[in-house]
């Protein structure tokens, strides 16, 4: 392709559901199957440039493992224009049990990155005995937890990063924080805190966690 010829681009915004043994994989392994998934369905991802070129393929907000999603956003560019609903079937031919497209739209690419652009979540945390972890939600005080990173260990109280909570039923609470790269209140930490205010032990390691949204702004 000449120099002066740019390559016509087309961006999509897709979201992506995961359900049962595969919430077990790795963020970085989570990557690699939507990329082999993409080669699969023949879509005509556009490549970077330079030494290590990659598929023009950009998650909002990594995924821990064991959590679920249900409308997860990732971005493709595509050297071709194809319609959003054959992009989800595609795609959905290939994928592997327990990973599927939910929804495909237009996307208009801006200097924003996609994950400079995520501003919360939503989570659903499913188990008996949840319902307990609604009293340190509502009284408002601080919620202490210790948070690491490469300056070191600091206490932070994510009582701010609350946005809303409601439980829905004696199994399930839903709970909205502030997400992304500058201020991220991942599930682990909220569930620690909530439970270190309740008089009595709770393992919230035996819920599931769903994270039912990503917002952008």
Partial sequence: MPADREEKKYAYLLYYERRGGITWIAHLDLMRTFERAVHRARLPVVWSQGFNPRPAIEFALPVGVGIETRKDPFSLVLSEAIASNEIGTRLNEVL???????????????????????????Y????????????????????????????????????????SFEL??????????????????????LLTALSSELSEP????????????????
């Avoid at 919620?143 to 260990?153: A, D, I, P, T």
């Avoid at 709770?202 to 702004?217: C, D, G, K, S, Y």
């Fill in 96 to 122: 592997p049990v327990g990973l599927r497209i939910v929804e495909v739209e237009d996307y208009e690419q801006t200097k924003k990155s996609l994950m400079a652009r995520v501003e919360a979540a939503t």
């Fill in 124 to 163: 659903e945390f499913v188990g008996d005995g949840v319902q307990k972890l609604l009293e340190p939600l509502s009284t408002g005080g601080p919620l202490v937890v210790e948070k690491h990173s490469k300056k070191g260990r600091r206490d932070i109280d994510i009582r701010p990063g609350i946005r």
């Fill in 168 to 189: 829905a039923d004696a199994t399930r609470l839903i709970v909205s924080v502030n997400a992304g790269s500058r201020d991220n209140i991942r599930p682990d930490l």
């Fill in 202 to 217: 709770f393992e919230w390691q035996a819920l599931t966690v769903i994270r039912r949204a990503v917002v952008l702004n």
